[in-house]
């Protein structure tokens, strides 16, 4: 199995950028696809991007395209969140993730292991 750290979050204005390393530890962490979901207070949650094992695919959330951008280091067993131009509706707990199926991206169950997540806050 593998083991996620996230950090990298904490407080910004609107408009602002964060970059949210999220590393592994364990098993191999070239073999794993990855992805990013957040979840704000009261709410489901929600995927947020994907990247395959190597690096070579990506895949995000409709709301978040062209702003944050998912990328991985595998020599350095790290994944990587680079958030620009953030918005108030941002805010929430970031995750990442790494699955071993090859079911939907976009659902968090189809994820087998998870970090325990880092707080993003973007004030207006």
């Known amino acids: 199995q593998v083991q996620l750290v996230e950090s990298g979050g904490g407080l910004v204005e609107a408009g602002g950028s964060l970059r949210l390393p999220c590393a592994a530890s364990g098993r191999t962490f070239s073999v794993y696809d990855m992805g990013w979901f957040r979840q704000a207070p009261g709410k489901e949650r929600e995927f947020v991007a994907f990247?395959?094992?190597?690096?070579?695919?990506?895949y995000y959330a409709h709301s978040v395209k062209g702003r944050l951008t998912i990328y991985r280091d595998n020599a350095k067993n790290t994944m990587y969140l680079q958030m620009n131009s953030l918005k108030p509706e941002d805010t929430a707990v970031y995750y990442c993730?790494?699955?071993?199926?090859?079911?939907?991206?976009?659902?968090?169950?189809?994820?087998?292991?998870w970090g325990q997540g880092t707080q993003v806050t973007v004030s207006s």
């Open positions: 993730a790494a699955r071993t199926t090859a079911r939907s991206v976009m659902i968090a169950a189809n994820y087998d292991y």
């Open positions: 990247i395959t094992s190597n690096g070579g695919g990506t």
